[in-house]
T-cell receptor, first 113, second 113 residues
Framework: EAGVTQSPTHLIKTRGQQVTLRCSPISGHTSVYWYQQALGLGLQFLLWYDEGEERNRGNFPPRFSGRQFPNYSSELNVNALELEDSALYLC????????????FGPGTRLLVL | QQQVKQSPQSLIVQKGGISIINCAYENTAFDYFPWYQQFPGKGPALLIAIRPDVSEKKEGRFTISFNKSAKQFSLHIMDSQPGDSATYFCAATDYNAGNMLTFGGGTRLMVKP
């Protein structure tokens, strides 16, 4: 069974640009979570999507947004990139509305110059 | 405010030794406590998890000890092996507040041969 996949693996952008990251959950999983792993700041929760709806968001500005598609895949969009947005962006999926294991993808490493 | 505090930040253990990583939490609503293992270039992978109605859980060489009154939990890795060298994260979730993971700061474990 395929795990959580993310694309692209690496990305380089400049300040002010916009970026879109993509995530495909494990088959059968309807919940998708996004986390940011920035150097020195650990793993921080960004967004939670379930059944196409945003269910919760972490303490991040509105320029971080996303959506979930009918096939449960998800996009994370970051507008007006800032240097401090440089991080590993991790997507995780789980069965809907449970405390079942969140399975993580390999992440997208974003560098903002 | 860091809701889950993890220590130590780094740990060096000889092969065959016991690795101990500690976490403390503040939010008494947390009701699920997983530990994740992360290798360089990979996403975190669930190692073992515990709920607060259990004081200890063992899976192979990995044991979680949980002290609800002290709001602390720890990971013990018995017979540590060089292949265990990775970064370990404790985490917690409050199901009623959304299923997002609140992570500790991580512990970089090195097991020397």
């Amino acid at each position: 069974e395929a795990g959580v996949t993310q694309s692209p693996t690496h990305l380089i952008k400049t300040r002010g640009q916009q970026v879109t990251l993509r995530c495909s959950p494990i088959s059968g999983h309807t919940s998708v979570y996004w986390y940011q792993q920035a150097l020195g700041l650990g793993l921080q929760f960004l967004l939670w999507y379930d059944e196409g709806e945003e269910r919760n968001r972490g303490n991040f500005p509105p320029r971080f947004s996303g959506r979930q598609f009918p096939n449960y895949s998800s996009e994370l969009n970051v507008n007006a990139l800032e240097l401090e947005d440089s991080a590993l962006y991790l997507c995780a999926s789980s069965l809907r509305g449970t405390q079942e294991t969140q399975y993580f993808g390999p992440g997208t490493r974003l560098l903002v110059l | 405010q860091q809701q889950v505090k993890q220590s130590p930040q780094s740990l060096i253990v000889q092969k065959g030794g016991i690795s101990i990583i500690n976490c403390a939490y503040e939010n008494t609503a947390f009701d699920y406590f997983p530990w994740y293992q992360q290798f360089p270039g990979k996403g975190p992978a669930l190692l073992i998890a515990i709920r607060p109605d259990v004081s200890e859980k063992k899976e192979g060489r990995f044991t979680i000890s949980f002290n609800k009154s002290a709001k602390q939990f720890s990971l013990h890795i018995m017979d540590s092996q060089p292949g265990d060298s990775a970064t370990y994260f404790c985490a917690a979730t409050d199901y009623n507040a959304g299923n997002m993971l609140t992570f500790g700061g991580g512990t970089r474990l090195m097991v020397k041969p």
